[in-house]
């Protein structure tokens, strides 16, 4: 069984950053693509961020495109979200995702495995 914790939420001003973590522990790290995606409420649970089994390949929301960095640490089996330029709207609950597959997928249907989420609030 593949579990998933987060960590780094918090409260922030606009325009200061947050850097989010995720563990994993289970499964062999490095066949695993990762994702974080997020949840507001009433909304639904978006794509935020992509990083590839090796690390080369990463996909953005146009949303957080040149604010938010996703990487990977394979020697800690963790996964990354560096966020800049916090941004009301970025308010969510963060979830850090897993996927087996090989296709590059932004549908959350498709991760197999999820964190149980970190909360991120930037106030205005």
């Known amino acids: 069984q593949v579990q998933l914790v987060e960590s780094g939420g918090g409260l922030v001003q606009a325009g200061g950053s947050l850097r989010l973590s995720c563990a994993v522990s289970g499964r062999t790290f490095s066949s695993l693509a990762m994702g974080w995606f997020r949840q507001a409420p009433g909304k639904e649970r978006e794509f935020v961020a992509r990083i590839s089994r090796s690390g080369v390949i990463t996909n953005y929301a146009d949303s957080v495109k040149g604010r938010f960095t996703i990487s990977r640490d394979d020697a800690k089996n963790t996964v990354n979200l560096q966020m800049n330029i916090l941004k009301p709207e970025d308010t969510a609950v963060y979830y850090c995702?897993?996927?087996?597959?090989?296709?590059?997928?932004?549908?959350?249907?498709?991760?197999?495995?999820w964190g149980q989420g970190t909360q991120v609030t930037v106030s205005s």
């Open positions: 995702a897993a996927d087996r597959g090989t296709l590059v997928t932004r549908k959350p249907s498709d991760y197999n495995y």
